[in-house]
């Protein structure tokens, strides 16, 4: 009995419990605790992941499985990284798999990013005109997969986030529209809320397939969720 009891408060006692210091909102400390507490977060720093984000789209892949060895893959708003790194390994970006085709990673960002082994890192605004044609170029032709993790800066406005969130999505769609080869894969981050319905018509005009998924790793009190479009048309 004394044994089940130890261990019955060694259970409990695993939660971080984070006071709310001078100078902090409770917001904050409310974040702080649920990052020091939350499993993905840990495996991220035990598995070399630069955010708990990686899981995500393993997760993705896990379910659809877009990122084959030999696929070249851009990452739209790659910071920190963490998609890259996956998608650096799954195509085999680094050559490392032998007898596996050797794929390429093309992580897009905004602001300059550390490394990434076996990614190429471009400081670029995917809106920029010539964009598509720059990415083209550095690719030597067409991508078979792009990705975006991105999400606008939150207003604290709900329904303002989700009306920036999906026009960010449908700008990535449009540049997909341009730089991905026939047969091709889009997979965005989109949040629940309405407005989505727009983007979903257009990709399904674009695409052979429009799922829309939640993996384990998004927060349950979360309202965001990824569209994974595949089998790009082409655009004959």
């Not at 004394?2 to 984070?18: E, I, M, P």
């Not at 917001?27 to 495996?43: A, C, E, G, H, I």
């Not at 070399?48 to 659809?64: M, S």
Request: contains cysteine.
């Amino acid at each position: 009995m004394a044994d089940k009891n130890t261990s019955g408060r060694g259970q409990r006692d695993l939660k971080v419990k984070v006071k709310t210091a001078r100078g902090r909102k409770p917001s904050s400390t409310r974040w702080l605790q649920r990052q020091l507490n939350d499993p993905y977060v840990k495996r991220a720093r035990t598995e070399g992941y630069r955010g708990r984000a990686a899981f995500k789209i393993l997760e993705l892949d896990e379910r659809v499985g877009f990122l084959v060895p030999g696929a070249r893959v851009v990452d739209l708003g790659c910071a920190p990284g963490g998609w890259s790194q996956v998608a650096v390994a799954r195509v085999n970006a680094l050559g490392q798999r032998s007898g596996k085709r050797q794929g390429r990673v093309l992580a897009i960002d905004l602001q300059a990013m550390d490394p990434i082994p076996g990614a190429e890192i471009h400081q670029l605004d995917f809106m920029d005109d010539g964009a598509d044609a720059q990415v083209k170029a550095w690719l030597g032709g067409r991508a078979d997969v792009v990705m975006s993790d991105m999400a606008a800066a939150s207003s604290g406005h709900k329904q303002t986030d989700h009306l920036r969130i999906i026009a960010l999505c449908e700008a990535a769609a449009h540049f997909a529209f341009d730089v991905l080869d026939e047969g091709g894969t889009f997979v965005a981050k989109v949040l629940a809320g309405g407005a989505e319905g727009e983007l979903q018509k257009l990709l399904k005009q674009k695409f052979t397939k429009v799922v829309n998924i939640k993996p384990p790793a998004s927060r349950a009190d979360s309202s965001e969720k990824f569209v994974v479009a595949t089998g790009f048309r082409g655009t004959g």
